[in-house]
């Protein structure tokens, strides 16, 4: 079965700086993909990011992109110019076929 | 935002009731997916429907059970309500394709 680690329960970031959210997972597969999901106090789950497994280049949307280092098993998160609208529970999620797999979360403080 | 919407926001039920929760999906996506998610926790897997069939099952008893409609939205039954079941339920919506699902606001169940 596949597992997705997030070892960071709780990370701050001062406002316009930069932070990195960690995620690791064990897979079997060789064809997968990897999401960043943020949910805000509301409890809407909000797709920030996805990647490919396929693709070797580390997707980007606008503040945010992913270090994928598939032999590794790691898809980290990097928010660049963190802004107070960013704090959230961050979750790393894999997927193959139907369903998402998540991880526990991170939860994201920034000071302003 | 996302296209995907769910009713109630909130409902409370006693133990023992049958509870049904409902989804509509996105415009022109063909898959619906439901997900358990208990307080501090990721959510949990606990089936996808596609083409008004059940297209995979997470670790959830056969209580809990689920329909797709021809306007691709979807229902989720809980018979037989135990405390454990209180969480907040969320419905994805996505293409069987793209592997991408994108969720609606939740509902929040609580069982006393």
């Known amino acids: 079965a596949q597992t997705v680690t997030q070892s960071q329960p709780e990370m701050s970031v001062q406002e316009a700086e930069t932070v990195t959210l960690s995620c690791t997972y064990d897979?079997?597969?060789?064809?997968?993909?990897l999401f960043w999901y943020k949910q805000p106090p509301s409890r809407q789950m909000i797709l920030v990011i996805r990647q490919e497994a396929y693709k070797q280049q580390n997707a980007t949307e606008n503040r945010f992109s992913v270090n994928f280092q598939k032999a590794a098993k790691s898809f980290s998160l990097k928010i660049s110019d963190s802004q107070l609208g960013d704090a959230a529970m961050y979750f790393c999620?894999?997927?193959?076929?139907?369903?998402?797999?998540f991880g526990e979360g991170t939860q994201l403080t920034v000071n302003p | 935002e996302t296209g995907v919407t769910q009713s109630p926001t909130h409902l409370i039920k006693t133990r023992g009731q049958q509870v049904t929760l409902r989804c509509s999906s996105q415009?022109?996506?063909?898959?619906v997916s439901w997900y358990q998610q208990a307080l501090g926790q990721g959510p949990q897997f606990i089936f996808q429907y596609y083409r008004e069939e059940e297209n995979g099952r997470g670790n959830f008893p056969p209580r809990f059970s689920g329909l797709q409609f021809p306007n691709y939205s979807s229902e989720l039954n809980v018979n037989a309500l135990e405390l454990d079941d209180s969480a907040l339920y969320l419905c994805?919506?996505?293409?069987?394709?793209?592997?991408?699902?994108?969720f609606g606001p939740g509902t929040r169940l609580l069982v006393l």
């Open positions: 897979t079997s597969e060789s064809d997968y993909y």
């Open positions: 999620a894999y997927n193959r076929g139907s369903r998402l797999t």
């Open positions: 415009s022109g996506h063909n898959t």
């Open positions: 994805a919506s996505g293409d069987y394709e793209q592997e991408t699902q994108y």
